[in-house]
């Protein structure tokens, strides 16, 4: 059964601090995509990558958040230094522009900075 | 600007009733549409999506949505709704010349007995 994982499923931590995000891709997906969900803003795109290559991230803070893709099954989204502003819901996607288009979305990371 | 606009945050129908979720979308041209559900605590899951040809699609759980050209429409019906379908529905589009997804807000359904 092929889903996107994504790993810490929960993580707690206090103001200032790094915080590393991963996902999974689906196998043989060349879209990734990284979604933040709050109750003020809804879903908003952060980034997104096609064949491991960023095409857009206008949707993050430049100063703190960076996303990459090390190698084709592993998606990072990092937040240094954290704030209590950057707690949310994250979500990670996955989809392929070979066939009809469709994101597959992994369970999301629920991060709270006290 | 590319947008998904779903008009109402929150719609509360009895159980056995029908539904109907609305979404509008503003694209330079017809994007590929879906919609997707989301259970408290949990991912999105697709529940249908259009590309193009048959404009009334089926989707899973009993939904179906009707894309509307001239409206730029592209709304969720269900004919009766059971009380496990409470949950947040979110209209997607894709398409342009960045080719990422576009939500709208979001509608929160409530299913009261």
């Known amino acids: 059964d092929a889903r996107v994982t994504q790993t810490p499923r929960h993580k707690v931590t206090e103001m200032g601090q790094e915080v590393t995000m991963r996902c999974q891709p689906i196998l043989g997906h060349n879209t990734v995509f990284w979604y933040r969900q709050t109750m003020m803003q809804g879903l908003e795109l952060l980034a997104y990558f096609r064949n491991r290559a960023p095409l857009d991230d206008s949707g993050m803070p430049k100063d703190r958040f960076s996303a990459e893709m090390p190698d084709a099954t592993l998606a990072t989204l990092k937040i240094q230094p954290s704030e209590p502003r950057d707690s949310a819901v994250y979500f990670c996607a996955s989809g392929t522009g070979q066939t009809h288009y469709e994101a597959f979305f992994g369970q999301g990371t629920r991060l709270t900075v006290v | 600007a590319q947008s998904v606009t779903q008009p109402d945050i929150h719609i509360t129908v009895s159980e056995g009733a029908s539904l109907e979720l609305r979404c509008n979308y503003s694209y330079g041209a017809t994007p590929y549409l879906f919609w997707y559900v989301q259970s408290p605590g949990q991912g999105l899951q697709l529940l249908l999506k259009y590309f193009s040809g048959d404009t009334l699609v089926q989707g899973i759980k009993g939904f179906e949505a009707e894309f509307k050209r001239s409206q730029s429409s592209f709304n969720l019906r269900k004919p009766s709704v059971h009380w496990s379908d409470a949950a947040e529905y979110f209209c997607?589009?894709?398409?342009?010349?960045?080719?990422?997804?576009?939500f709208g807000k979001g509608t929160k359904l409530s299913v009261k007995p």
């Open positions: 997607a589009a894709y398409g342009g010349s960045q080719g990422n997804l576009i």
